[in-house]
């Protein structure tokens, strides 16, 4: 029986409120892909130099997700958001100075280091607030950060067309320190540690199930994170030169993209309905096999149409598996240790998006097309699903929630 907290009216109005942080806080991520080809021409730098910039904020969106959800642990979420968006807005106008891609990225390891407060640690806090619910409240929180690289590239186009890519940066600083700061004061109000009680009760009786220790579990999900989170980089962090090779131009590929990330969205909040029947760790499966099925689509087609198709299939496709990861953890870890437990799985994801990101670029300079990127991509996809098969072996059926 859960506490009279989790799911309430006001866990959904917190719902609410997070998910506007986290469509602001989240564009740190998606902003430098979008300019990539321009900070390419600027510089005049091959595609693998050119996705640097993006594997470092990569890297540091990585270690933001430790390192503020033990922030947050410790004190709260709403200090964690305003040190974060300070860092972040820093953080577009270092790199809007940078002489040099070395500069650059550096810029963007930092961004990431405070973007990061929008996804793992934004996802740990709203888990806190429901029980019954709390698949769909994940799904939700976790969309924030593709509802930002959907809809935030489209409406800062005509910027980066008029004014370049430095302006959009000035633009992002500005909007990230006006809705971040004031709508995390709206999130001082603590969880109640009977919540916390039951909570951990209910994690208990699944961990004795599934046969692993906690942190054994966190380091098996987390090589998962990895293979699943390389095959799910070449899509995204590529698209938009990927069509730019074949001709289509970067406005066809920015298209495919948010068409992607708006998949994503839709497959987010269906995963979390089906993690609040099936459990985290099947909802996981089912998502890693899909995606896997749409890369294999990638390879026999590369026509305009074909390939919206494909990028809206292969949102719907992946959206659910990162926040599955988190309803993992959360289904079968201590709630105390949420923030740091939830922030090392998903540093290891995004880890696996960074390595991804910049495997596929070298690729691409090796031999000069995307195919065997896209090959990369399902091989590592394979070993996702191995892992979650051998995790699903080992569990026995989810079993109803503790009575307190």
């Known amino acids: 029986m859960s506490h009279p907290i989790h799911d309430s ?56 997700n430790m390192w503020l959800g033990q922030l947050v642990d410790r004190l709260g979420v709403t200090k964690a ?7 972040s807005a820093v953080s577009y106008l270092l790199a809007t100075w940078a002489p040099n891609m070395l ?21 740990a806090d709203i888990s806190h607030w429901f029980m019954k619910r709390r698949g769909i409240a994940v799904a939700l929180v976790a969309s924030g950060n593709y509802l930002s690289g959907a809809i935030w590239p489209t409406l800062l186009s005509g910027i980066l067309a008029r004014e370049g890519w430095q302006q959009v940066y000035l633009t992002l600083a500005v909007i990230t ?7 995390s004061l709206l ?30 579990l966190q380091y098996v999900l987390g090589l998962a994170g990895i293979g699943c989170c390389v095959a799910m980089s070449m899509p995204q962090v590529h698209i ?33 309905l ?42 719907l496709a992946q959206g659910g598996i990162v926040p599955s990861y988190a309803l993992v953890v959360r289904e079968y870890m201590p709630p105390q240790e949420a923030g740091a437990r939830v922030g090392f799985v998903m540093m290891m994801t995004i880890m696996g998006m960074a390595l991804g990101g910049w495997m596929s670029g070298w690729i691409f300079d090796l031999t000069g097309n995307y ?15 191995a892992i979650l098969l051998m995790l699903l072996r080992r569990s026995r059926p989810r079993r109803q929630e503790v009575m307190i």
């Not at 989240?26 to 091959?46: H, L, R, T, Y």
């Not at 916390?196 to 009786?205: G, L």
């Not at 896209?374 to 699903?385: R, S």
Request: hydrophobic share 60%; aromatic share 8%.
């Open 103 to 123: 500069l650059l990225s550096l810029a963007h390891l930092l961004l990431g280091l405070g973007t990061a407060v929008g996804f793992g640690p934004l996802i």
């Open 177 to 183: 320190l006006l809705v971040v700061i004031p709508l």
């Open 274 to 315: 089906v993690a609040d029947k099936l459990g985290g760790l099947m909802t996981l499966l089912v998502g890693s096999f899909l995606q896997c099925i749409a890369l294999f689509l990638f390879l026999p087609y590369d026509g305009m149409a074909s390939l919206y198709i494909i990028s809206l299939m292969f949102g």
């Open 187 to 216: 999130l001082r109000r603590q969880v109640p540690i009977e919540a916390h009680r039951t909570a951990a009760a209910n994690a208990q009786i699944n961990a004795r199930s599934v046969g692993i220790s906690p942190r054994s």
């Open 9 to 64: 009216r006001y866990s959904w109005l917190r719902l609410l409120i997070t998910l506007a942080i986290a469509t602001v806080a989240n564009v740190g991520m998606w902003a430098v892909i979008v300019v990539m080809p321009a900070i390419e021409a600027q510089f005049s730098a091959g595609r693998a130099e050119a996705s640097f910039p993006y594997v470092l904020s990569m890297i540091g969106f990585a270690l933001g």
């Open 81 to 87: 958001l305003i040190g974060a968006a300070l860092l």
């Open 240 to 272: 938009v030169s990927y069509c730019v090779g074949l001709g289509y131009g970067p406005a066809v590929g920015a298209e495919m993209l948010s068409l992607m990330l708006l998949g994503g969205v839709v497959s987010r909040v269906i995963s979390g």
């Open 371 to 385: 195919q065997l990127a896209f090959i990369n991509g399902i091989l590592w996809n394979g070993l996702n699903i």
